[in-house]
Nanobody, 115 residues
Framework: VQLVESGGGAVQPGGSLRLSCAAS????????MNWYRQAPGKERELVAG????????NYADSVKGRFTISRDNAKNMVYLQMNSLQPEDTAVYYC?????????WGQGTQVTVSS
């Protein structure tokens, strides 16, 4: 099983980034997919989630209207489009796959928002 994140980096406030997560080794379409983040000294928090089929999404209040999660079940990919980034969005972002009895995590990708 692998979840490989990409697309992180450094950006100025107000900028945008698109994170990608490539999944392999499990039946992707059967898993709800999530993006979490963890800032230094803080607990890991759920940023956005999308269910396995149907496209229903949920977002943390802090990112609603700025971030968009999407998935492509044909490509085993999940994405996080992040717009209007702010310094408080600085964190390591993790891809997560979860169903009723299993859960997988990626290694994370760093996002730094700074002027």
């Amino acid at each position: 099983v692998q979840l490989v994140e990409s697309g992180g980096g450094a950006v100025q406030p107000g900028g945008s980034l698109r994170l990608s997560c490539a999944a392999s080794g499990f039946t992707f379409r059967n898993y709800n997919m999530n993006w979490y983040r963890q800032a230094p000294g803080k607990e890991r928090e759920l940023v956005a989630g999308i269910i396995s089929v149907g496209g229903i999404t949920n977002y943390a209040d802090s990112v609603k209207g700025r971030f968009t999660i999407s998935r492509d079940n044909a490509k085993n990919m999940v994405y996080l489009q992040m717009n209007s980034l702010q310094p408080e969005d600085t964190a390591v972002y993790y891809c997560n796959a979860r169903n009723w009895d299993r859960e997988y995590w990626g290694q994370g990708t760093q996002v730094t928002v700074s002027s």
